[in-house]
């Protein structure tokens, strides 16, 4: 089962996946751009990177091209059961190539993310037994 969106209501999710990056992250990302395409290069990618990550830049780099983050809706709703779910993947898939702009590789990622995962269900826990 996959959930279908309108494309207007994918890109509300991706904003709010944006706005959702703790803001000494998102204070430092310039020159960067998100974009929702239907599909990506495969069918299973649900985002790319494109750019030169911040580790790999210099004061005395001139201007240049702006740094994309590409997010495929198609990839998205196929993987997602629920709006809910689709949400959190969107969340979780922007956080990502954030990650690789900032020049985390995949090994740091994934630490990251388990790290996340783990305090969201923390909170998850202290939000249900605060019911």
Partial sequence: MSVRVPRE????????????????????????YVVVEPWGPSRDLLGLYEGRPLTERSVSDGFGQPDRIRVFQRAHEEMARSRGE??????????????????????????????????????????????
Avoid: C, K
């Fill in 9 to 32: 209501e994918f890109e509300q999710m991706v904003e709010r996946a944006l706005a959702g990056i703790p803001g000494r992250f998102r204070s430092r990302m310039e020159n960067l």
């Fill in 86 to 131: 689709l949400e959190q993947i969107v969340a979780d898939t922007v956080w990502h190539e954030v990650g690789h702009y900032f020049g985390l590789d995949e090994f740091a990622i994934a630490r990251v993310e388990a790290r996340r995962r783990r305090l969201r269900a923390l909170r998850g826990r202290a939000y249900n037994q605060s019911r």
